[in-house]
């Protein structure tokens, strides 16, 4: 014989009510012969936590081969991947402020915005390497103070392309925010990891991706000491 109850609850998220539950009734002694089980929707969200231990490692390690394959530098490789770390503050952000829990929906966010990142972050390192190049193949690369004028060359070439697809992404985005009826609710988790992660994203590429490839390019040149205090 099975008996089923059903609880219905608000407010947090099913996996941290079932633990908390199951702490609760572990002091329960259950007779011989019966056993109690968390079925429903919490037994689909573990099934599904395990394929997602399976799908984002594979996903990052598709983004790291397709990125390096691109540009045949693990170094460069590495600069693209900062992208996600720093986009993820975004979105933890934005989840917090609209008291979102994490849900499989947060996750396909996530995994999007990964890809998202990678892609503009190597566009943002392709700029930067066309700065270089020109600088080196023209012959004024010398100083460090010259490969701060060829990446700031190249990081301001990328303002305006950079500025354009933020505001594309958002104006498709922002308006699921505010979006009602059947399925919103599941479109705004999966949107609201991606706003916020493109806004911290865009941050890094154009302030912190530019400092981190002028340390990188820099190692190899003479250091002058007068210009570096400008």
Do not use: C
């Not at 915005?113 to 390497?129: P, R």
């Not at 190049?133 to 690369?141: D, I, N, P, S, T």
């Amino acid at each position: 014989m099975v008996s089923y109850v059903y609880i219905d609850f608000s407010g947090r998220d099913v996996g941290g009510y079932v633990e908390e539950a199951r702490k609760k009734v572990a002091s329960l002694k259950i007779p011989e012969g019966y056993r109690l089980t968390w079925s429903g929707e919490y037994e689909y969200l573990l099934k599904t936590h395990e394929r997602l231990k399976i799908v984002i490692p594979l996903t990052l390690f598709i983004i790291f081969v397709l990125i390096y394959l691109n540009t045949q530098s693990a170094m460069k490789t590495a600069i693209v991947l900062l992208a996600v770390p720093f986009s993820l503050v975004g979105s933890f952000w934005l989840l917090y402020l609209l008291n979102y829990n994490m849900s499989i929906a947060v996750w396909v966010g996530i995994i999007a915005l990964a890809g998202l990142d990678a892609e503009t972050g190597v566009v943002m390192l392709l700029y930067l390497d066309l700065a270089y190049e020109k600088w080196k193949k023209e012959g004024k690369l010398n100083s460090l103070l010259d490969l701060r004028e060829a990446v700031m060359f190249g990081a301001v070439k990328r303002i305006r392309p950079k500025i354009m697809t933020v505001s594309v992404i958002l104006a498709g985005l922002v308006p699921i925010m505010f979006s009602h009826g059947t399925g919103a609710d599941v479109m705004k988790r999966i949107a609201a990891p991606m706003v916020g992660g493109v806004v911290t994203s865009t941050i890094l590429e154009l302030i912190i991706y530019p400092a981190i490839y002028m340390l990188w390019r820099g190692q190899g040149l003479g250091k002058d000491p007068v210009n570096l205090d400008r």
